[in-house]
């Protein structure tokens, strides 16, 4: 089955800094590649997702990237605030379906201000 | 539209007994994904209902299954419950095209004692 890799497990910037976090997927079939924010306590939310037909997408301060052929993608958060801090997922789909998602372990990003 | 919910929002049950979980998805959403959190393995896939059928499923064992009615709410049931299913328990449901975009609910809180 599909399995994702997640780095790194925390990571401390500075307010306004950037933040990258990466993934590795196995499944060569995967082409969907959500983006989840999990604030404490609160549900995880989309903030971004790719396919595999693009290379990169962005949305404001967000931009997620993929490598097929390496079987990776990335997550970039550029200027960072205190409010970005929160736990990151990264997901895969796998079996061939949309509505199956294997998910990295998460990465915990602290803003400081 | 309303979000996703799910009741209860907490539980505490004791090791032996079953659990119930309920998760109403976004009006227009057909189907219905359960993941289980935990901080040890993270997110995990449990299986997902459309139409009232399992289309997929994950890795855990026959204790854990589900339900979907026909307004597209769905039940998850755990019997014979064990210390290590204390967990976080999320529903995700996604829009009828295959774009497998999938919105979560606030997750029921299980503690096995």
């Known amino acids: 089955g599909e399995n994702v890799e997640q780095h790194p497990s925390t990571l401390s910037v500075q307010e306004g800094d950037s933040a990258v976090i990466k993934c590795t997927y196995s499944d060569s079939a995967s082409n969907y590649f959500p983006w989840y924010k999990q604030e404490l306590g609160k549900r995880p939310q989309l903030i971004i997702d790719?396919?595999?037909?693009?290379g990169e997408k962005k949305d404001q301060r967000i931009a997620v990237t993929l490598n097929k052929t390496a079987k990776h993608f990335s997550l970039h958060i550029t200027e960072t605030q205190p409010e970005d801090s929160a736990v990151y997922f990264c997901?895969?789909?796998?079996?061939?379906?949309?509505?199956?998602?294997?998910f990295g372990k998460g990465t915990l990003l602290t803003v400081n201000p | 539209k309303a979000g996703v919910t799910q009741t209860p929002r907490y539980l505490i049950k004791t090791r032996g007994q079953q659990v119930t979980l309920s998760c109403s998805p976004i009006s227009g959403h057909r189907s219905v994904s359960w993941y289980q959190q935990t901080p040890g393995q993270g997110l995990q896939f449990l299986f997902e209902y459309f139409s009232e059928t399992q289309r997929n499923k994950g890795n855990f064992p026959g204790r854990f299954s589900g339900r979907q009615f026909s307004n597209s709410r769905s039940e998850m049931n755990v019997s014979t419950l064990e210390l290590g299913d204390s967990a976080l328990y999320l529903c995700?449901?996604?829009?009828?095209?295959?774009?497998?975009?999938?919105?979560f609910g606030p997750g029921t809180r299980l503690l096995v004692l």
């Open positions: 997901a895969a789909n796998s079996g061939g379906s949309n509505y199956k998602l294997t």
């Open positions: 995700a449901s996604s829009r009828p095209r295959q774009d497998g975009t999938q919105y």
């Open positions: 790719i396919r595999s037909n693009v």
